[in-house]
T-cell receptor, first 115, second 111 residues
């Protein structure tokens, strides 16, 4: 069964550094998402992306964050200048169609640790 | 805004016990409802879904019924196994494309 894959599985970065988290969505999917889960807390929506532009973003997704689909397969999340509170598990998700009744398929996540 | 509330865990059961994990939601309109499961060290996997009132989602012995009158989507399983030990997340998808998740309920099943 096709999967969403995320790399790296664990990223350790110094505070203030830039970090790029990578995702390869399922190949025929058109809608892409990033979520994060701070340790012990709920999964929170960051951003959705369709047709090469952001379609929705949360309050968490401030100017330090950006997303890009640099080619036909990758979908990246960049944090420009990391803060301690950015430490979390970051999940990428995708689905073939938008709409509230469509399940999203999640990757295994990237654990980001900011020192 | 939309929100999801789940019963606090952890929930510890013996093998073959009956499981209920409560989930209630607040949403504008008629959201779709989902249960996701997260096994240790893995991502979120769709367990089941229901897209309209009175729909019952089911998978791997788990069931949940979309109850509009009580805004609930409780997860049930008649006989749990050790392999069901995981964190279970209730989620809704409303007008936007994003999912709103509950806090998760950790289930531990003892042999």
């Amino acid at each position: 069964e096709p999967e969403v894959t995320q790399t790296p599985s664990h990223q350790v970065t110094q505070m203030g550094q830039e970090v790029i988290l990578r995702c390869v969505p399922i190949s025929n999917h058109l809608y892409f998402y990033w979520y994060r889960q701070i340790l012990g807390q709920k999964v929170e929506f960051l951003v959705s992306f369709y047709n090469n532009e952001i379609s929705e973003k949360s309050e968490i997704f401030d100017d330090q964050f950006s997303v890009e689909r640099p080619d036909g397969s990758n979908f990246t999340l960049k944090i420009r200048s990391t803060k301690l509170e950015d430490s979390a598990m970051y999940f990428c998700a995708s689905n073939a169609q938008g709409g509230s009744n469509q399940p999203q398929h999640f990757g295994d996540g990237t654990r980001l640790s900011i020192l | 805004g939309d929100s999801v509330t789940q019963m606090e865990g952890p929930v510890t059961l013996s093998e073959e016990a009956f499981l209920t994990i409560n989930c209630t939601y607040t949403a504008t309109g008629y959201p779709s409802l989902f249960w996701y499961v997260q096994y240790p060290g893995e991502g979120l996997q769709l367990l089941l879904k229901a897209t309209k009132a009175d729909d019952k989602g089911s998978n791997k012995g788990f069931e949940a019924t979309y109850r509009k009158e009580t805004t609930s989507f409780h997860l049930e399983k008649g006989s749990v196994q050790v392999s069901d030990s995981a964190v279970y997340f209730c989620a809704l998808s409303g007008y936007g494309q994003n999912f709103v998740f509950g806090p998760g309920t950790r289930l531990s099943v003892l042999p």
